[in-house]
Structures are given as C-alpha cells and as structure tokens.
C-alpha cells in the first residue's frame, strides 16, 4: 500500500524469498524426545457452578519445551497458549536439525504477501531469518518459535479475512468478515500434508479476486518501467479534429491496454481510437459517447500509482467478502452503480440502479429477497416527513394531495386541512405520510424486500430520466432499478407465471405481495476496480468516499501492525 518504488521491493522480497529456503542449521540439542506427559489442569466451575473440564497442559519434559513454557508471554493468543500446552510445549517451527520446511514455506509466504497487497513488513520475515540464524540456546529458540507463531496467526488473518475490520473504518460497511481459527491455523502447520497449498488456500477463493490479483502484478510491472503518458490539457477534443495531443492520446491508451488504439495512426481522432476511447470511457464508468471533455481527460490522466493504489483497496474489500455469494443473488455494486442477477455462476440480467446521494450513502450489508411487493403504498420515511414535506404544509395543508399522499395519525387517516402544521417541527411530528400506489409512487409500481435495519430496499422509480445518466447518485439510500418488471421476470422465473404477468398486475393497480419459493441472496457492495472475466480493468469513480478511509485506515493499521 506504500507509495514507493515497487520494483526495488520487489528485488528485496525476491532474495528474501531466496534465502528462507537455504537451510538453517540449529546446534545440536539433548532433550527433544519426550516420554509420555502428565496433566496438570484442574477442573474450573462457571459462574453458573456447571463443572467444565479446564484445558489439559501437559508438562513440559526438554529443555527446549520448558524454555518455549517460560516464554509465553500475555502477547501470546490464549488459543496458541492452549495449543502449546496440549503438545507439552513442543515446538512446531523448527527440531534439532534447524528450521522445519513448513517454517520456510510461512516466512517465504510473508515475504511474498506484497502479491496480495499485503505490507510484508507487517510479518518481519528479515526478522525472522535472522533470529533463527543467530540463534544458539533453547530461550533464543523459544523466542523465535512464539515470534514465528504470532506472524503467521497475524498474516493468515489478514490473507483470508482482511487487514482491518470493515465495520470498524465505516459504519456503514455492515460486513463482518469471519477470521479463522488460530487453533486450525496451527494444527495445519502441524498436520498439514500440503502446507503450501494451505497458505495459498489462505486467500479468498473467487475469480474475481484471482483476476484482480494478476491485474495488480500486471500494473506492478507497467509501473517498474515508468509512469503512465499524460494527455496535455486543452479543447474539448471530438471526432474528425486534428490535433497534436491524439499521439499521447493513442500511447496512454495503449498503456491502459485498451483494444484497437495501436492501430491508429496520424494526428486525426477518428476510427479505431474513437472505438477504444469510448472503450476506455465504459471501463471508467463515463459516458461512452467518443468525446474527450474534462471529465473523461481527467480519468486518462489518473496517475498509474493511484490506480496501483485504488486495485490494492479493493484487494482488501474482496478479501472481506464470501468466496460464495450464493447459488442464486442479486449483485449491487454501488459504486459502479449497476445491479447484476447471478445464477449458478452465470450473469443472467443486468441493469442500471439510481443509489444514495452522498449525504445519503447506501451501506453495504447483505440479505435474503424475502417478497415482492407490485404497485406498493409508500410510507415516506420519518426524516423525509419532517425535513422535506412539512415546510410544504406549513405553506400549503394540501399541497401534497396532488401526489396521492395521505395524512395518518395512531392509525386513523387525518384532512391535512384539519392539522395546525405551524405548531409542529421535526421533534414533536406525529403523524405519518403515505402514498397511494400508482405511477406518481416514489417507489413506481414495484418494489424488492429484504427487510433491514436501514430501511433500504430496491424499486421503482418514476423518474426514469436518470438511468441514462453515466453517474447516478441521487436517492436518499434506496435504490432505483431500471426495468423492475424485467428484474421481477428474471427473479420469479420459478413461479412458471405466464409473460407478462406481473405486468398485468401492475395495470389492475391491485397491491399483490409475491414472496420467491426459492432463496434469493441480496449483496450490496462497493467496489471502484475490478477486472472482467474478458480481461477488461474497470475502475470506478470513488462516490462515496470511501477509498480514502479505507486507505487511511490502512496506513494506520501497517504503521501500529496491528
């Protein structure tokens, strides 16, 4: 995640790598074979005087196992303290011959976490060789086995399930990535019949994450041999203009391996490098329309570190994510700002969706479809009640009777001409505004449920003007779909409706809830780059952002090594 020279790191990591796999050779030490050892735990009460068997420490019967007891310090996971003590503190690192092989191949995999855009510092692999190279006594041995314990246990942590807690860098990031074990950790290093298969397994095990990964190693290498070519600023540059600029314009463009710029030629922006422009502008989320403004000047001119930068980020929001996301789910990706139905590992629908304005960004969490809901009431939220109706009751008690929204108080439908709006603010407001289905509906004439903690949920919207926008972040959280009807065909599918039935629904403007018979996953999530199984790297603007705390976070994290 440094911003530094990548290609000098990768020379250093490259010996490091290199040189854990040279033997260490370890004097010679009397005591390793152990006979049979005695517990030593007695058993504990709970508060609810249930007698629970205490974990069983068996004694220590060598030296090296009596200095590997002394060492343990409360720096030491209680759970490798447990593991420790059922082994009689027999070490797992290393025996009277030196280092073992599964100690190499886990300091060999720290110096490597660079690949998966981890801080190889973070682990101290040069610190480890060299304690295990200057080692001479049973304490020295001691201190490098627990040593060499605590940066596996740490970057294991971090390959399979994320370098910081989502949910703690942002509270809206509803994702609690679950850590592995360190007793399984551990028992792997032991047991393990392939221990460099388990260190890769390590890592998530999606595509999307695999791709990303060997993008990011691509990029790496681009950035070895010098940054990027900076398109000069200038006109508005349109198809059919001469201009001086379109060389760096084709070498930026080829740089970002974007098919067909390298079969341009002359100073003329017309064919083929009108094509990978627009190419360019739909891997960047801009309109694909061939014209090169400021906008889309200011994407081809992102320097290649940052772009390094913004794929290392979303390394980790991948590694926070299940490897499974279902068999069959909905995909919300809200930075790209596009909605995705998946089946059985297949795209089978795509559409565009309208999401939180910033001040109102939608959070990222993940739920199960639990109905469809056609031609819904909508009951307008408490704070868009207060904030943005009221004052218009307050000008005008029937001001919102032209948009079919009705006045409730404790249940009993209320004339809005009857209510003293001026004598009421947001503290005090008790009543409660609905809207009556139809096609002025804030919701449109669908809605899809997975009822939450934060109110959101995906429908339709009768401002359909926005989906053909290239950035559409305009809703108070929810999220706008285009085409619900088609969404609903794609998700209900199983219930062998006739075509157009959920339409013929919506025309008789009777309210029908439709609950799927077969699970529905819902994910919504936030990622600004990715790579496309074509091959194609997208990167996305950072709406919300949220790059730059993760980011932070990040830099906290390496720097505290945590």
Not at 89 to 102: D, Q, T, V
Not at 144 to 153: A, D, P, V
Not at 331 to 343: G, I, T
Request: proline fraction near 7%; charge should be negative.
């Amino acid at each position: 995640m440094h911003r530094t020279d990548h290609a000098s790191r990768y020379i250093r990591h490259a010996a490091l790598i290199t040189l854990t796999t040279a033997v260490i050779a370890i004097q010679p030490m009397a005591g390793f074979a152990q006979s049979a050892p005695a517990p030593t735990s007695k058993p504990q009460r709970t508060a609810e005087n249930v007698e629970v068997p205490a974990p069983v420490f068996l004694e220590p019967e060598t030296p090296i196992a009596k200095a590997l007891q002394a060492a343990m310090s409360p720096d030491v996971s209680e759970k490798a303290v447990l593991f420790y003590g059922q082994r009689a503190f027999a070490p797992i690192w290393f025996s009277a011959e030196g280092m073992s092989e599964n100690a190499h191949l886990a300091v060999a995999a720290m110096a490597a976490a660079n690949e998966h855009a981890l801080n190889p510092e973070n682990y101290d692999p040069l610190g480890l060789v060299d304690m295990a190279s200057s080692a001479q006594t049973a304490d020295d041995w001691a201190q490098f086995e627990l040593e060499l314990t605590k940066q596996y246990l740490r970057y294991a942590t971090h390959l399979s399930s994320g370098r910081v807690q989502p949910n703690k860098v942002n509270k809206a990031l509803n994702l609690f990535p679950d850590r592995p074990d360190p007793t399984m950790l551990l028992e792997q290093a032991v047991e393990a019949i392939d221990f460099s298969a388990f260190l890769e397994g390590l890592a998530p095990r999606s595509d999307n994450y695999a791709r990303l990964k060997r993008r990011l190693a691509q990029y790496r290498e681009k950035a070895a041999s010098g940054p990027f070519t900076t398109v000069p600023d200038g006109d508005v540059l349109k198809p059919g203009i001469s201009d001086p600029r379109v060389a760096a314009l084709r070498q930026r463009l080829i740089e970002e391996d974007i098919p067909g710029a390298a079969e341009h030629s002359g100073d003329v922006y017309d064919g083929v490098l009108i094509e990978a422009v627009t190419t360019f502008q739909d891997h960047h989320g801009l309109a694909n329309d061939g014209v090169i403004g400021k906008e889309t000047l200011a994407r081809l001119n992102i320097p290649l570190e940052e772009k390094l930068v913004q794929m290392e980020l979303n390394m980790e929001r991948r590694r926070w994510m299940r490897d499974d996301l279902g068999s069959f789910y909905m995909f919300v990706n809200l930075a790209d700002q596009e909605l995705k139905v998946v089946k059985e590992g297949k795209t089978i629908h795509t559409a565009p969706v309208v999401v939180g304005k910033p001040y109102h960004a939608t959070p990222v969490f993940s739920d199960t479809l639990d109905y469809v809901e056609i031609n819904p009431f909508w009951n307008v939220p408490y704070s868009i009640a207060t904030s943005e109706y009221l004052p218009k009751l307050k000008q005008n008690p029937s001001a919102l009777t032209s948009k079919n929204i009705r006045v409730f108080r404790d249940g009993t439908e209320i004339a809005p001409t009857q209510v003293a709006w001026n004598s009421y603010a947001r503290g005090n407001f008790p009543f409660r505004l609905r809207q009556d289905p139809g096609n002025s509906n804030a919701l449109g004439r669908i809605k899809f449920m997975f009822p939450n903690e934060f109110n959101i949920y995906i429908h339709d919207t009768p401002s359909k003007s926005l989906f053909s926008r290239a950035e559409r972040a305009f809703s108070h959280g929810c999220i706008r779909v285009s085409d619900p009807f088609a969404l609903a065909d794609v998700l209900l599918a199983h219930k062998n409706a006739d075509e157009g039935h959920w339409e013929k629904i919506r025309d008789s403007e009777k309210r029908t809830v439709v609950k799927p018979s077969v699970p529905i996953e819902v994910h919504l999530t936030y990622l600004t780059a990715w790579m496309n199984k074509d091959g194609s790297t997208h990167f996305r603007k950072d709406i919300y952002g949220r790059d730059e705390k993760l980011l932070d976070a990040l830099r906290t994290a390496m720097t505290e090594n945590l």
